[in-house]
Nanobody
Framework: QVQLVESGGGLVQAGGSLRLSCAASGRTFSSDTMAWFRQAPGKEREFVAA????????RYAASVKGRFTVSRDYGKNEMYLQMNSLKLEDTAIYYC?????????????????WGQGTPVTVSS
């Protein structure tokens, strides 16, 4: 079983940047599809980005495309989310998740293991 731990969240001004990390332990996740989701207060959890086991052609939500970049380091068994040009509406708890499917799915139900989340707050 894989355990995921997110880090890197915090408080940042609008227009700034943050880099989130997701560290996996328990087994390698190199063959799994990995994803980032977020949940803002009072809202449902929403898809942010997904990256396949090959790391090629990641998928992004329209709201973050061009501003966020997902990547993974197979040697460190980690995944990252580089967030640039942050907006107030990016404020949320960010979760990493994994699935043994090869598809870059956007539904939370497709992912079988999750981290505990890291909060991101964007201020004006």
């Amino acid at each position: 079983q894989v355990q995921l731990v997110e880090s890197g969240g915090g408080l940042v001004q609008a227009g700034g940047s943050l880099r989130l990390s997701c560290a996996a332990s328990g087994r390698t996740f190199s063959s799994d599809t990995m994803a980032w989701f977020r949940q803002a207060p009072g809202k449902e959890r929403e898809f942010v980005a997904a990256i396949s086991s090959s790391g090629e052609s990641p998928r992004y939500a329209a709201s973050v495309k061009g501003r966020f970049t997902v990547s993974r380091d197979y040697g460190k068994n980690e995944m990252y989310l580089q967030m640039n040009s942050l907006k107030l509406e990016d404020t949320a708890i960010y979760y990493c998740a994994g699935s043994q499917t090869i598809l870059l799915l956007t539904g939370a139900a497709a992912y079988s293991y999750w981290g505990q989340g890291t909060p991101v707050t964007v201020s004006s």
